[in-house]
């Protein structure tokens, strides 16, 4: 459907394929992951990855934050967006701690309530807040920079 231009990579392309699939589904994924040779394979493997609720597909894409390769990256972050927020609380803590802002964005576009204080200190307009949770993989590196670029007062 990608190819076709019928779908774009985005969460909910990746939503409407792999929701409600067996754990064992997702369990072949990071093995996958290597393998995979085109950097649009990787997106959309990582995407997958993120309709899962387990937590064993976290390191994976915490991994594939630190990817040079942008749209991997952004990828990796829309992906952990879309795991439950119990999966994700634990990394708060480092998401304050890093220089980066992926890490940040992915948990303000999860809607985590410890992303709030980072979000007020952004102060973004309706449009931004809008991105922040729409964006399609190949805008969300420009949600990241918001991140990146502000001092985060509540840190």
């Given at each position: 459907q990608v190819a076709l231009g019928r779908q774009d990579d985005s969460p909910r392309a990746?939503?409407?394929?792999?929701?409600?699939?067996?754990?064992?589904?997702?369990?072949?994924l990071p093995e996958l992951l290597p393998s995979l040779r085109s950097t649009p394979q990787r997106v959309r493997c990582l995407l997958a990855m993120g309709c899962s609720s387990d937590a064993r597909l976290l390191p994976?894409?915490?991994?594939?934050?630190?990817?040079p390769h942008?749209?991997?990256?952004?990828?990796?972050?829309c992906a952990?967006?879309?795991?439950?927020?119990?999966?994700?609380?634990?990394?708060?803590?480092?998401?304050?701690?890093?220089?980066?802002?992926l890490l940040?964005?992915?948990?303000?576009?999860?809607?985590?309530?410890?992303?709030?204080p980072?979000?007020?200190?952004?102060?973004?307009?309706?449009?931004?807040?809008?991105?922040?949770?729409?964006?399609?993989v190949r805008r969300f590196a420009e949600v990241a920079s918001w991140f990146r670029r502000r001092a985060l007062v509540a840190d």
């Open positions: 990746a939503e409407f394929w792999f929701h409600g699939q067996a754990d064992a589904t997702f369990a072949r994976p894409l915490l991994r594939a934050l630190d990817a942008g749209a991997i990256a952004a990828a990796a972050a952990l967006a879309c795991l439950p927020h119990e999966i994700l609380a634990p990394l708060v803590p480092r998401a304050q701690r890093e220089r980066g802002g940040r964005a992915a948990l303000a576009r999860a809607g985590l309530p410890a992303a709030r980072w979000l007020n200190a952004l102060a973004l307009s309706p449009e931004q807040r809008r991105l922040l949770h729409a964006a399609p």
